[in-house]
């Protein structure tokens, strides 16, 4: 009888377990209603701690970002950056559920997130970004 | 970050479901059943390796829509294992299949919206699909669509389906935009002078040819007598349709067109007129042609809130089980209860697949999602409402749950494609 | 393609609705239908349990046992009827193939052993026994009643006009159900339709036994009807063709309502009929529940039925008022009548199971006597009463008299004609109860085409009321 009283338990857990997952699938659910709310809202500007060698930059200035901005010397980038040290399509910035990713576009120099080299990462409030000879600082 | 919490529990809870379930059929005999044991821990490798790859490579996609299908899969199989072990072994197969079939497409479709090219080719192969089933198919349980090749047998219509949802996509991403021009219709030509005569909207002229192409598939689909898959298909065309126009007016020309298409189909074919009859009154026909759904109600209701418990109730009193009628079975057995969790199961699933298309940045991908979420989605109302004589009863399968080689691959095909639209999104 | 979230959330939320019907629908079926659907004939899977649990044991008042499992052999189990044929009917049969009818259908849970429902938690190691059910029946007036009706088609129903409880519910023609699988072709086949339970479904004219209906409704809303004198000239004409005649034409002359009653007389009846009216007829025949379904423990009585008389001509609203015409009723529903007038104008609750007791002999339910509703005044029950005991004094009823004992009753010889071209005898009835003072029986007996009530109908009364009364 004792394998007829396991299967009893076992029964019970299985209905548990089952209405459990729901339930945390449910509360992901409705977190998840909830950002998309948030998520169209989010804007995060770059400003401009050391314009380097580009003649266009004004230091202290505030570059708003929403959704996306390309980074790099061709002029058909949202931010036209004139160094020599950039490459024509350096980098993009783009947004991804709720965060900001900076992706480097195979660029010869580099891009840099805090002194690191990066190919792809995600970006947070205070992030120093370092492309070419002109450092930016992420402010959200 | 709570976002990983969340996964992991619902990850572990898996494997522990998958586990018990296992658990718990294995002890139903005297003696414990190692291939049940074997087999459910077969089917937690399968989960964790699946998972582990998207894990790994493709982080930014949608971490749910595998978790939620292997739950379902996992409920088949137990159940599948309870009525025919046998069975339950070749789903497991179909699902490693499945599984596979998921992972390629996430690995090797780079990408997706480069495939709206393809427009002719889909319809094509949708027509050919359809009419495949008419012309050359067995009749197999009162639907005229069954193919056979060698040993196996698969349903054309549901791989119509597929290719159905990617020629609609293709024919309807450019609605409403400029860039007609680019795709050259071949009712342009033909058309043009007429609509320029009087004058119709640009737009409809776009509409016409996918119109067609839909009432020629419901029409095969009836001649089929597959009236499930025509359900099926009306309700995809009617949402793509919408998510393309956002005109509520079309769907409603729409479901006006489907209930006169339906009316004369019910006077012309006496085979819809008998399922209306049986649906309307089961009791009445309880021993002929209603016993299906008399003895799918009365295993439902057998169980009880909490089931018999696994290996303990008569599932197999129910005609066609192991298919069609396998939510009734899940019924007697784990109880109305867990019925209605896998109902809830289903819409969660639906909601995941909704969202990737969300979060689609172009039309094809985005339609593309949303077809294949309807087709899930609908096809599980469609069963389930027809088991427990809330609609006509058709002959569709449960996806991920019945048994059915080609009903797991399409579907793993169809979540495979939304799981790639949900990673290229933002 | 604007505002695609929007789109998308609407058609998330259609589906979302779709979704919650289904598992609203699915819980419908769960808790209003799931009891029924479970009992029904064609679930197999209450067949392996009533096939391996010990099938409780059906008792008589006095604790004779009626039918008992015979034990379970080979996963199977058949049941004994100890009485075979007397009490076929109502005690019902279980066959994994022909179903269950009767008492072993209205209590196939008990008798099987589940005493929460269907859905309770039982322990599964006590549950291998069903409950025993002790029934108000006494088996010395069934057979008695039985044997009785001899070669005869018809139906004897007796209950205690103060409980409801029944004493007897024979049918005949009858079956032996512990041959049931053998002769079950046979029985089917059978036109006289020995299946059926006439008692409780077999419908009748009730003819003259009527007239207390009518009486009733007379007494209830012509004042004074007791004083009026009706010229009874043995016919009653309603125009040039139809007329409506005594039995044998008999004249009765200038007659008040206690000797039309005594005498049965169809002219002061018709009359009465067609002065009353047929919405007021139809008013009193439903409180005696005609028309109307009776609630009852352990039988289920198939409802009884006075026409519509709106807009009907004299003649058929006569024959009505003489329980001819459209008028259809079941044997139990005449018991009723009877056993109201017997209960003061009240009706009881036909009762058929006394107690429901477990193997220890202990008590898991008890039923108590129930009203169903009061049919008229004791005032009125009173007089109709005394016109019933004359009836058996010195009316049509005299073959009923019992000595020593102050029967009441009232004869009925309908009239029916449901083989065309063929003169059919009509039926035979006679309704009543006994002793007059604190009645202790009330009954309804019906031999077809037994011809005169106050013949072979009278007869059967008077043996039973022997039988019940003065042994």
């Known amino acids: ?140 | 970050m709570n976002d990983i919490k969340d996964e992991r529990k619902l990850l572990v809870f898996t494997y522990l479901l998958c586990i018990m379930c296992f658990f718990n059929i294995s002890i139903v005999g005297n003696i414990i059943d190692r291939s049940a044991l074997i087999l459910g821990i077969v089917m937690c490798v399968i989960i964790s390796y699946s998972y582990i790859i998207i894990k790994r490579f493709f982080p930014d996609g949608d971490k749910y829509i595998l978790v939620f299908s292997s739950i379902l899969n996992i409920i088949g199989i137990v159940e599948l294992y309870r009525l025919n072990q046998l069975l339950a072994i070749k789903q497991t197969l179909w699902y490693t299949l499945g599984n596979a079939i998921f992972i390629i497409i996430v690995i090797v479709v780079s990408d997706l919206k480069a495939f709206n090219r393809y427009k002719y080719l889909y319809l094509i192969l949708t027509i050919v699909l359809m009419a495949l089933g008419t012309f050359w198919g067995k009749e197999i349980g009162g639907a005229k669509n069954w193919i056979r090749i060698g040993a196996l047998s698969f349903q054309p219509s549901e791989f119509g389906k597929i290719t159905l949802i990617a020629y609609l996509a293709s024919a309807l991403e450019d609605y409403g935009t400029q860039k007609q021009s680019r795709k050259f219709s071949i009712f342009d030509s033909v058309f043009d002078k007429y609509l320029k005569k009087y004058d119709i909207h640009e737009s409809y002229k776009s509409l016409i040819e996918p119109a067609l192409v839909v009432m020629v598939c419901l029409g095969f689909m009836v001649l089929q007598k597959d009236l499930g898959s025509a359900l099926i298909i009306f309700a995809i065309s009617a949402t793509m349709l919408y998510i393309a126009t956002s005109k509520f007016k079309y769907v409603i020309t729409c479901i006006i067109l489907f209930a006169i298409g339906s009316v004369i189909s019910y006077c012309m074919f006496s085979h819809v007129r008998i399922r209306i009859k049986i649906w309307l009154d089961p009791w009445k026909y309880a021993y002929s042609q209603g016993s299906q759904i008399v003895q799918s109600l009365i295993a439902i209701v057998s169980g009880g809130l909490f089931g018999s418990g696994l290996g303990l109730g008569k599932p197999w009193l129910i005609p066609v089980v192991t298919t069609d009628f396998i939510y009734a079975a899940i019924c007697e057995e784990f109880g109305i209860l867990v019925g209605i969790a896998v109902i809830i199961l289903y819409f969660l699933l639906f909601y995941r697949l909704m969202r990737a298309a969300v979060s689609a940045k172009d039309n094809f991908s985005r339609l593309l999602a949303v077809g294949y979420s309807t087709m899930i989605a609908s096809q599980a109302l469609v069963i389930i409402g027809g088991v427990t004589g809330a609609v006509p009863l058709t002959g569709i399968t449960l996806p991920l749950v019945s048994y059915g080689g080609s009903s797991l691959v399409i579907t793993y095909f169809s979540l495979g494609i939304v799981q790639k639209i949900s990673e290229e999104g933002i | 393609m604007e505002d695609i979230s929007k789109n998308i959330k609407k058609v998330m939320i259609i589906f979302l609705v779709c979704f919650v019907c289904l598992i609203s629908y699915n819980i419908y079926i769960f808790v209003f239908r799931g009891e029924k659907i479970a009992l029904s004939v064609y679930n197999n899977r209450l067949w392996t349990d009533r096939k391996q649990v010990l099938r409780g044991s059906i008792f008589d008042r006095n604790m004779n046992v009626l039918v008992k499992s015979k034990g379970i052999k080979n996963k199977d189990q058949q049941l004994e009827y100890m009485e075979g044929k007397t009490c076929a009917h109502v005690l019902g049969y279980m066959d994994s193939i022909y179903g269950l009818t009767g008492l072993q259908k209205l209590y196939d849970k008990e008798l099987m052993g589940k005493r929460k429902g269907l859905f309770g938690f039982e322990k599964k190691y006590n549950n291998r026994v069903g409950l025993n059910i002790q029934t108000t029946l006494d088996i010395k007036l069934q057979n008695k009643a039985f044997n009785l009706l001899g070669n005869n088609k018809g139906a004897v129903v007796a209950l205690n006009p103060k409980t409801g409880e029944i004493l007897a519910l024979v049918s005949k023609p009858s079956y032996n159900p512990n041959n049931l699988r053998k002769d079950w072709d046979k029985l089917r086949k059978d036109k006289n339709f020995p299946l059926l339970n006439r008692a409780v479904s077999g419908m009748y004219a009730p003819g003259s036994t009527f007239k207390i209906i009518t009486t009733v409704c007379a007494l209830e809303n012509i004042k004074g009807i007791q004083n009026k004198v009706f010229d009874d000239t043995g016919k009653l004409a309603f125009n040039n063709k139809e007329s409506l005649k005594n039995y044998n034409g008999e004249v009765l002359g200038k007659i008040k309502l206690k000797d039309a009653f005594i005498h049965s007389s169809n002219v002061v009846f018709g009359s009465l009929g067609v002065e009353l009216g047929g919405k007021k007829l139809d008013e009193t025949a439903e409180k005696f529940y005609f028309n109307k379904y009776i609630p009852a423990d352990g039988i289920i009585i198939d409802n009884s039925r006075f026409p519509e008389l709106q807009g009907s001509n004299d003649g058929d609203i006569a024959q009505s008022a003489i329980g001819q015409g459209k008028i259809l009723a079941t044997p139990i529903e005449m018991a009723l009548v009877s056993s109201s007038i017997a209960n003061d104008g009240v009706m009881m609750k036909p009762i058929l199971v006394r107690t429901v007791f477990d193997n220890n002999g202990k008590i898991i339910k008890s039923m108590i006597p129930e009203r169903v509703d009061r049919a008229t005044t004791p005032q009125n029950a009173v007089i109709v009463k005394r016109y019933m005991r004359d009836v058996v004094k010195e009316g049509t009823g005299k073959a009923a008299n019992v000595k020593g004992i102050e029967v009441c009753g009232k004869t009925g010889t309908a009239e029916h004609d449901d083989i065309p071209n063929i003169d059919e005898s009509p039926h035979s009835w006679f309704v009543g109860f006994a002793p007059y003072n604190n009645p202790k029986i009330a009954f309804a007996v019906i031999v077809e085409d037994g011809g005169l009530g106050g013949g072979k109908a009278a007869y059967i009364a008077r043996e039973l009321i022997k039988e019940y009364l003065l042994k």
């Open chain 1, 1 to 140: 009888m004792e394998l007829a009283n396991l299967g009893l338990v076992l029964k019970f857990a299985i209905i548990v377990i089952i209405y459990l997952i729901i339930f945390f699938a449910l509360r992901i659910m409705y977190k998840d209603i909830r950002n998309i709310g948030k998520r169209t809202n989010r804007t995060i500007g770059l400003e401009i701690i050391k314009k380097g060698d580009n003649s266009i930059l004004r230091n202290g200035a505030l570059i708003p970002i929403t959704n996306e901005l390309t980074i790099g010397r061709n002029e058909n980038n949202i931010l036209v950056l004139n160094d020599l040290y950039v490459s024509s399509f350096h980098a993009k910035i783009y947004l991804k559920n709720t965060d900001y990713i900076i992706e480097d576009n195979k660029s010869t120099n580099g891009t840099f997130v805090n002194d690191k080299r990066i190919l792809k990462t995600i970006l947070k409030n205070g992030d120093e970004i370092k492309i070419g000879t002109a450092l930016f600082k992420v402010i959200g």
